[in-house]
């Protein structure tokens, strides 16, 4: 019977661990979790994010029926568990990672490659049962392709831009692009590890420095997840204020990378264009907020600057320049015959792969999954504002980059309304010290940024978890470039423009 | 129809540049820099600097900031500055992040690649110390514990103007 059983019908088989809010937490026992993992086969529940602890795993799921979103979570004994990959194919990195990092050993997945831990780090296992480790770096095995004429292309760490390091592995015969693999890890920092035991405020900052592009994104997360284990609500002129920011977070990102794009493509034109629209957007970040990328801005209980009447009116002015400036870059992009032969039909992503691997954002927007946490599960204010998600079905990098246009068109729109409806009052409510363990889920400019965490008696963090939604598209990269030519790599890479930092924490 | 380009083009001959006037080098930079490059040849560069990048675990705000330097309103490159593909073009290392252990070797090695003389520069609080990330299993804890440092611009990220003014500093000491 796979029939209609809902997510949390199937997981009260389980126990509810008290205190963890705002959705439930289940603990399954063994024949628990491979009977989830069975179910996992038929059912429609897409994993948002999976991470461990010494003795545990857990990973969050979306019910796409209900709508409902739970914590599944697994006790391992022996240092083992059965994987989720094998149902989740986006799992799959994440449960290497748990392995180097946690020491946790997922059964069932044929890829068990370390993944994040290279070998440099002194140390196997780092936050699970550390143990001392000299024997340096050993060589990552690639995937192979055979046949006549084919020949390798390694690409990085060290890359030819300013952007992130990162190891490509081509194989190609002649251009066309037969295999890509990627290997990352690189910049991984070991947040989890840093964040154990610090204050909040500490903590925030860390976290917030995730991903420096969506800075604004993850520390609203943690900043949910926290005030969800405190059981409390930031103010409302804190939450119009957070999600103000998170607005021009998204419109910031997505006019240069929409200009990058184009100059991977050798159309510098529009990168100067909308780079100096970027450039207003943050000067004026940096007039009404005190930061040009807002770090450091949204803080757990609510905000930590406040909008001024001259900051609201240099943001209308700014919104003014910026929405009749990116209006010419579009129509120039839209005009130009030469750069749309670029884009149009270049890295496809399917539809299934994209449900396939949940993958959120607008590489899922382009092929033709809408979900926006914005919507659902929602979280204030956006339910009393007016905004659509644009969903296409090409999935090339036209499309990648018309999602990302209409998205700076809803933003600005957004903002707008925000600043119309921004209601009066303070802007923090003090943090109680308070066990529990909460869940944010935010959208950022990517897609979905889940922060797990759990807060001692102390108010101190004892455990966090930051998931960014790049774990969900680089796979999707390696796909969307095969069969296209290594020439046009750049730009397909751009189009998804993933996070090297945000992945390997 | 006049084609879009056409207009852009012709909107920016009429109304100008949108860049905006370089600020001094600064104090700090200059008194950090003294030391290290009076005895460094000067003229041998000229008005020209070449920088390789290289993201050593960094959160990638800096690189942002960076790219905004690039941008029109700052526009590095009249000041002869110019971002390179290569280690092997490059006079200068710009080097961003705690370095990561796992980046550690692969930066070492861009700045074997990179040609005497040369310069390195840690850009950001993270570079210069390890910032917030410093004290974990994976970072080394900044630049200047795998290479040695020349020049720091620090900043959560910099501002374009730090930067500009950093590497304006480094630029007039090493002509």
């Known amino acids: ?505 | 129809m006049i084609p879009p380009i056409s207009r852009l083009l012709a909107r920016h001959l009429l109304k100008g540049p949108h860049t905006v006037p370089g600020p001094a080098p600064s104090a700090d930079g200059l008194a950090e820099l003294v030391d290290e490059f009076a005895t460094q040849a000067r003229g041998r560069l000229g008005r020209s600097l070449a920088i390789r990048e290289v993201d050593a675990g960094s959160c990638n705000g800096c690189e942002l900031e960076l790219h905004a330097a690039n941008n029109p309103v700052y526009d590095l490159e009249r000041f002869g500055i110019k971002f390179v593909a290569s280690p092997r073009h490059a006079d200068v290392l710009l080097v961003t992040g705690p370095v990561s252990h796992n980046m550690a070797e692969a930066l070492k090695r861009t700045w074997e690649a990179t040609p005497a003389p040369k310069w390195v520069v840690a850009m950001g609080d993270c570079a210069f110390d390890g910032g917030c990330f410093a004290g974990s299993y994976a970072v080394a804890g900044g630049v200047s514990a795998v290479l040695p440092v020349d020049l720091h611009i620090k900043g959560c990220p910099p501002s374009p103007k730090d930067i500009l003014s950093g590497l304006l500093a480094l630029l007039e000491h090493v002509r």
């Open chain 1, 1 to 505: 019977m796979l029939g209609n059983v809902t997510l949390l019908d199937f997981l009260s088989i389980g126990r509810e661990v008290p205190g963890h809010k705002p959705w439930p937490r289940f603990q399954l026992d063994l024949p628990g979790w491979r009977s989830f993992e069975d179910r996992l086969a038929a059912a429609d529940w897409v994993l948002l994010a999976e991470w461990a602890e010494p003795n545990e795993v857990h990973a969050a799921f979306r019910d796409e029926q209900t709508g409902d979103i739970a914590v599944v979570s697994h006790p391992c004994l022996n240092h083992r568990f059965v994987a989720l990959g094998k149902r989740r194919p986006g799992a799959i990195r994440m449960e290497r990672a748990i392995h180097d990092l946690y020491g946790l050993a997922p059964q069932g997945i044929a890829d068990q490659r370390p993944w994040l831990d290279h070998g440099r780090w002194k140390v196997k296992h780092p936050l699970g049962s550390p143990r001392a480790y000299d024997g340096g770096p050993q060589p990552y095995k690639f995937r192979a392709a055979e046949g006549d004429g084919l020949h390798q292309i390694p690409v990085g760490p060290v890359h030819a831009g300013i952007i992130e390091p990162g190891h490509f592995r081509f194989h190609a015969q002649g251009e066309t692009v037969v295999r890509l693999e990627e290997r990352l890890g690189y910049v991984h920092k070991g947040i989890e590890g840093l964040v154990q035991g610090k204050p909040i405020a500490d903590a925030a900052r860390i976290v917030s420095r995730t991903s420096g592009d969506s800075t604004v994104a993850y520390a609203l997360a943690f900043a949910q997840a926290v005030e969800a284990a405190a059981r409390i609500e930031a103010p409302p002129r804190a939450q119009y204020l957070r999600v103000l920011m998170a607005e021009l977070e998204r419109i910031a990102n997505h006019l240069f990378d929409i200009g990058a794009i184009c100059n991977d493509a050798a159309f510098a034109l529009m990168l100067s264009h909308l780079g100096v629209q970027r450039e207003r957007v943050l000067q004026a970040n940096a007039a009404c907020f005190g930061h040009r990328l807002l770090m450091d801005r949204v803080v757990p209980g609510g905000v930590a600057a406040d909008l001024t009447d001259e900051g609201r009116a240099a943001l209308r002015e700014m919104l003014h320049r910026v929405s009749k400036g990116f209006r010419r870059a579009l129509h120039l992009y839209e005009e130009t015959p030469s750069l749309l032969d670029r884009t149009t039909g270049t890295g496809v992503v399917s539809g299934s792969l994209v449900h396939r691997f949940g993958a959120g954002g607008y590489v899922g927007r382009a092929s033709s999954r809408g979900h926006d946490a914005r919507k659902v599960p929602g979280y204030a204010p956006y339910a009393d504002l007016d905004f659509e998600i644009p969903v296409r079905a090409e999935g090339d990098v036209h499309s990648r980059i018309l999602i990302r246009a209409e998205e700076i068109h809803q933003s600005l729109s957004l903002i707008d309304q925000i600043l119309a409806r921004m209601p009066a009052g303070p802007l923090t409510v003090p943090l109680p010290t308070r066990a529990g363990e909460g869940l944010g889920i935010v959208e950022g400019f990517r897609g979905e940024v889940v922060v797990w965490v759990r807060v001692s008696e102390a108010g101190k963090v004892v455990r966090l978890h930051p998931h960014d939604p790049s774990w969900f598209q680089w796979p999707l990269l390696e796909a969307a470039i095969e069969g296209n030519i290594v020439a046009d790599f750049p730009l397909i890479n751009k189009s998804f423009n993933c996070s090297y930092s945000g992945h390997d924490l």
